[in-house]
Structures are given as C-alpha cells and as structure tokens.
C-alpha cells in the first residue's frame, strides 16, 4: 500500500483550466452537432413523480447502422441531471472509440506483461463444458489487448480490450470472457475521481448480485431514521404517487456502503419493480444516486409496454436476452412476490456521515479497504481525443474479483468464487450453482 500514500497525485490531472461539465457538454453539441445533437428534456406521465430528466444522441464509432446511441440524465436537480447527461455523453463516446489507444491484436497471453485472460473469465467449469469449450482454449487463444494499470501500485499491464471497449469488434476465433458493458467506465474532471467512481460501480454491481443470486436478506433501511431534508423530501415526492420505496442495505464483505433502491407500484400502471443501484463512502449520495437511478427507467418502461400493446410472455427463462426483455418480464404486480426476501426484511436505522472527502482522499480511503480484502482493479484511460481541449477524464475500471453483473439470461456468470464465498464470509450459508436464485435479476 505505500504507493498510494506517497504518490497521492500520482493520478492527477493537471495544466487545465477548470470548466463545468454542463458548459462542456453544451459546447460539444454546438461543435460536433453531425456527431452529438436531439438534445431534449424527457417527457413524463402525469401520475409519475416530476423529476428530470434529459436525453441526447450520439453516433458510436463502431456503429455502423442507422441507430444512434442515447445518453441520460436523471435526477430531481436539474443541474446534476444535466451534469449526469454530459458526463454519460462523454463516457459512453469515449467507451466506443478504440482508435484512441494503440492495441496489440491477434497475440497470445504472454505472462510477463499481460493480464491472464482466465482472471475475468467469468463463466463456471460447468457453464464451459455446456459450451463445449476449454479453459486452455480461453488462456491460449489471440486476443487483442490494450494498456491498463493497478490502482494500487501503478504497475503497467496488458488487458484484453475486450473488457475496456463498447462496442467492441472482436477478432476472428477471439473467446468472450464476458459480454461487453459500461460497467466501470466513468468520467470526471480529475482522474482520481474517474477511478474512485469506477471503483464504486463495479462493487454496487457485485454487492446487488451476490446478494441477489444468494437470497440473501439484507436489511432495509429504516426510512423514518434518515435525518435529511433532502432524502426526506424526494421520497415524499414519489410516495405522493401511490408508489413505495424501498432502501435495502446490500452492503456486503467489502465493507463499501452499498444501496438497492426498489420503487414499487401495485397499480398495474407502471412497472411494478424498479431498481437503482449505488455504492460509496458518502452515505447521503449513495441513498440520493440508487433512489434516482431507480425512476431513471420508468417512463421509458411504460412507453414500451404501451407502444407493445401487450406483455412478452416467455416460454423460457433463457429468453430473456436484452434490457428490454426483462423490463417486460418485471412489469406486472404478480412478480413483486419475488423480492420478498427483502421487502419484508428486519429494519436497520442508518446515520448519514457528518461530511464529505475529497474525490483523492475518496480513492485513497477506498483502495486501502479493498487491497486489504484482496481486491484488485485496473483502470485503463480512454478518453476520446475529440475531447482533448476539454478538462476531462474517462476511465474503465475492471476487477478480477468483484462478481459482475449479467443481463442475457442464457450466459449467467457464475464462475466468480465472491458469488460463494462472500455470502459464507458474511455468516450465511453458502448455496450451490444449482441453488442459486433463478429468478431473473430486476435490474436494468
């Protein structure tokens, strides 16, 4: 750990003047409208809570087709609602632009410099038999690989590109070791704050699916012991609506503040489960980013249901294969009945922190617990040069430990020990593949 300390601006980011984020993204549309243009405020029901929430188009470079990508931003400020949207605008630019950093393609692992394809396999010894496939096949086979580093000591290490692009263009006879995601990918200012929201990511991604996946049944926070005016009044706002809200504490070994935000509605109306997820060491931010996350979908849920016509019904569980499909399979009433595990969980009273650190102190705090515990991230730095003049960072973060989060139902990732090992650490009792939840997660 005596990196860290001692080189604490190691990562910093220096010699630009300091502009905001809205001033940027606004910029950019004005610039670039042939690559970043459709900016519009999102319109909502009327018997939805009032929040906002704003969208904009982008061509992705790898995109050929016709389609554009969209970026969002929700939140009951307007100004972080727009600051999410430019933050989301850039990140998700820069995730799908591989020109920026020169890759090595088509080479085998080579232990001295790379990073062991087997690490961030993510499938099960039985999942891969069931795909007729080796993990020898896995470790030996061409890939290509981009530049990364530790967080903890810096080191410089090769990565498959496959886990840092979306989307990305894989190369001939090239295994998957997972299904590209924006999981970890971040933008911010500084690069230290990139990191540590990575970071945070991709364990609110694994404290929601070991949990999950295990039934595991963490507590819900006691909403009548939260003293914030803020969190206090947002949750009326949504209450007003004959929705419910629900905060279950999934915080697990790693010891990071982790929050589910389930919004329920009976009404038949709307989806009947939406999920948010955050994690991080200030509690207040993390109760206010899962609970706004949680309605980001929403509008959107019903739009497609109401343009459907009618719900997708599925004969199998495997069919569910996109966001859109497991929107669906969550929307009616009848599917609430299946997080009763934590919706009628015991209460816990919770104290907000008495204040807020710095996004350095922040990443340094963090990676200290995590080393401890045996975690390890990589961050590779892929901000797009288009952004160059511009005082920002973006980053993906990956983890070969941390369980990640899946959305096709016929490839689960069940081949990261955390998914049985966390639950026994935290006094439950282990479960096997077999017996894991099989209910499709809820989290879009």
């Known amino acids: 750990m005596d990196y860290l300390p001692q080189n604490r601006l190691k990562y910093s980011f220096m010699g630009k003047n300091s502009q905001d984020i809205i001033d940027i993204g606004f910029d950019l549309l004005k610039k670039y409208p042939h690559i970043f243009h459709g900016f519009h405020r999102a319109p909502f029901y009327n018997d939805e809570p009032k929040i906002f929430q704003y969208n904009t188009s982008f061509k992705e470079r790898k995109n050929k087709g016709t389609e554009d990508a969209i ?19 850039i990140e998700r630019f820069s995730l799908s632009d591989d020109r920026e950093r020169p890759l090595i393609k088509n080479k085998k692992y080579e232990k001295s410099k790379m990073l062991s394809p087997l690490l961030f396999l993510s499938f099960s010894d039985p999942q891969i038999k069931r795909l007729k496939l080796k993990k020898e096949e896995y470790l030996y086979a061409n890939y290509s690989w981009v530049e990364s580093k530790n967080v903890f000591i810096g080191n410089n290490f090769l990565l498959p590109a496959q886990l840092i692009y979306v989307p990305y263009k894989w190369e001939r006879m090239e295994p998957m070791l997972q299904f590209g995601t924006s999981s970890g990918a971040a933008c911010a200012d500084t690069l230290e704050t990139a990191i540590y929201r990575g970071i945070c990511e991709l364990i609110e991604r694994d404290s929601f699916m070991v949990a999950y996946l295990n039934k595991i049944p963490c507590r819900r926070i006691n909403l009548n012991c939260i003293r914030d005016l803020y969190i206090n009044d947002i949750i009326n706002k949504i209450e007003r ?17 982790s929050v589910c935000a389930i ?3 009976r009404t038949g109306l709307g989806p009947s489960i939406s999920v948010g997820l955050k994690a991080g060491l200030d509690k207040r931010n993390v109760i206010v980013g899962a609970i706004e996350e949680s ?47 934590w919706l009628n969980s015991d209460l816990i009273n919770i104290k907000l922190n008495s204040r807020t650190t710095e996004a350095q102190e922040s990443l340094y705090k963090i990676a200290k617990i995590l080393k401890d515990k045996g975690v390890n991230f990589y961050f590779a730095e892929i901000t797009s040069s288009i952004f160059k003049d511009y005082p920002v960072h973006v ?3 990956v983890s070969p430990e941390l369980q990640p989060i899946y959305l096709d139902e016929r490839y689960k990732y069940f081949g990261k020990m955390r998914l049985f090992d966390s639950p026994e650490k935290m006094g439950y009792k282990p479960k096997t593949e077999e017996k894991l939840n099989n209910i499709p997660h809820p989290f879009l």
């Open 295 to 341: 309605l980001m979908t929403r509008s959107w849920t019903r739009d497609k249901v109401i343009l459907g016509r009618n719900l997708k019904r599925y004969k199998s569980r495997s069919d569910i294969r996109t966001i859109e499909d497991r929107a669906y399979y969550w929307f009616s009433p009848q599917m609430i009945k299946n997080l009763n595990f």
């Open 71 to 89: 970026a969002s931003g929700t939140s009951f400020s307007q100004t972080s609602a727009l600051q999410k949207l430019f933050g989301e605008l």
């Open 263 to 265: 919004i329920i509605d």
């Open 241 to 257: 609506y004959q929705l419910e809200v629900y905060l279950i504490n999934i915080t697990n070994d790693l010891s990071i503040f």
């Open 395 to 397: 980053v993906k973060v």
